[in-house]
């Protein structure tokens, strides 16, 4: 008797669990929900990035010759949610058990987990390994542990994966993380290739109309959707990267340049947490290119420490902690979100920059989400949940096993700890050290006083001085609160009153 697979939208890999127990008399169901898709409102390339993906694979499966039902939006209008679809499958076919794998959201997984009494069919789970590093592996590390630092999962990973060892077990290149050689600023006239983009498939034009039709009042726009939608296409995403932009990647990883949105990223997130990517490839491309002599060290440590480090680290920490994970707001943050987070006209040129490039692509690399958006939040106090809600739903990659240790514990500390050992507030002086944007704001990052003083400097310093009570006896805050004292008691009324008026007028700066 048939079994019925379900395979969600960030589940599009041939070698996924579920899909290595299918047969030809099995039934492949796909769907696109209205649950799924309005959650939060999520950006328009994603929408048109998943269900396209999703369209795109369900063909492949279908020439494979798997019995595949693929539900199109708004196809039926009793079709709200996965339950709702699967209800609707199990009433045409004869089936005698459901099939999915560990899927990548708390919420979605309470769903899942009523399957079983709601069809009175036995639901089997699947782990997910996609990922290197299994749930339970995760919560054994992190089992005899007082703190959960990302640095020493990593070297487990490592260890576990053989990824850049040395055939001692020791770390080819004598260290471990080459963390210090990623901080270099970037030279404006630097060359640069640009990412590879794809033009709109026959399907892809499908969607877009629709999500035109079904999500107008979404973020972002359609017409310059330019994301890979296959396995294939991804592949080759990423090996233009490592041919063509991985060497800077190691020195630029963290600088940021004016109306560069891209710089020498991999812009492949999207498509590994969709499953278009497959992790240990994408590592045995980089070390490949490392051992090749193409790319330096720094360059190969540094991709394949996101990927196996702090990506799989975000994912454990995620299921380890949930569902108390959402509600930590350690420093108690409730500011409303300003509207350019939404439309990204304010004065602030590093903001604008970030925000309007994430309303145009759906994305920002790292140091924009947090040393910028992230540090802005988390600097005027803004909303945790207003916050959180905004990230998952803004960028292309994001489903909230990754983005909520993200944003709620590396970028707002909300969590008070358990991922980083302190904040990454900083002031101006970051932001104009890691980019070329200061130089043509509005404000001026020397200055914390007076009408054009940029807004980071005394947010920055108001918020260690409101915070003093939680977080002043933070060892690594030590130097911070050390020079915030040496301001003596004028220069930090000045600057509290300062930062009093910034946040007052937060909508205006
Ligand atoms: P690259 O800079 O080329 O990095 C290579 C890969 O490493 C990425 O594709 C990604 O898969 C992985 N990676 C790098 N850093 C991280 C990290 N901190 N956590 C997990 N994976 C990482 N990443 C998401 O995939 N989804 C999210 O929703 C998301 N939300 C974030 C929210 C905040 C506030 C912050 C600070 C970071 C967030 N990140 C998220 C992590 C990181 O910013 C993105 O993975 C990265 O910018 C994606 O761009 P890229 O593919 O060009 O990455
Ligand atoms: C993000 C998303 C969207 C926009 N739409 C769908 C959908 O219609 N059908 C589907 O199966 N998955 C979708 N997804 C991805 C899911 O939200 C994702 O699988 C879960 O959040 C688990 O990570
Ligand atoms: Fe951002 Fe301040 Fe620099 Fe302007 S001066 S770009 S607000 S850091």
Known sequence: MPKLIVI????????????RQATPDDIILLAEVQ???????????????????MRHFAAVLR????????????????????????QFTLIQRQITQIVI???????????????????????????????????????????????LRMEYFYRLMRRHTGLLMSSNQQP??????????????????????PPLTFVHTEITVEVIKLVNQHFADHPGITENFQYAVTGKDARKAFLHFVEQQLAKFGDYQDAMLIDQPFLFHSICSMYLNAGLLDVRWMCQKVEAAYKAGLVSINAAEGFIRQLIGWREYVRGLYWLKMPDYSKNNYLEAQRPLPGYYWHGKTKMRCMQQAISQTLEFSYAHHIQRLMVTGNFALLAGL????????????????????????????????DGGVLASKPYAASGAYINRMSNYCKSCHYKVKDSLGELACPFNALYWDFLDRNSATLGQNARLQLAYKNWSAKGNEQQQAIRAKAQQLLIHLEQL
């Not at 969600?8 to 899909?19: E, H, N, R």
């Not at 987990?113 to 995760?138: A, G, K, T, Y």
């Not at 945790?384 to 990754?402: F, G, H, R, S």
């Open 8 to 19: 969600l939208g960030d589940q599009l890999s041939p070698a996924l669990a579920s899909l």
């Open 35 to 53: 649950s799924e898709a309005t959650y939060v409102k999520h950006h328009k390339h994603k929408i048109v990035l998943l269900f396209s993906a």
């Open 63 to 86: 020439q494979q010759g798997f019995n595949v039902c693929y539900i199109d939006y708004g196809s039926h209008p009793n079709i709200q949610s996965m339950t709702d679809a699967i």
């Open 101 to 147: 794998t560990e899927c990548g959201e708390y919420r979605l997984q309470q769903e899942i987990l009523n399957w079983q009494s709601h069809f009175e069919l036995p639901v089997s789970v699947l782990e997910d390994d996609r990922f290197i590093c299994s749930l339970s592996m995760f919560a054994q590390w992190a089992s005899d542990r007082q703190q």
């Open 172 to 193: 080819v290149g004598g260290q471990w993380n080459f963390d210090k050689e990623n901080r270099k600023a970037c030279p404006p006239d630097i060359a640069q290739i």
């Open 383 to 414: 909303s945790v949940k207003e916050i959180t809600d905004w990230y998952l739903a803004i960028y292309a990659d994001a489903y909230e096993w990754v983005e909520l240790p993200n944003t709620l514990g590396m970028a707002l500390f909300a």
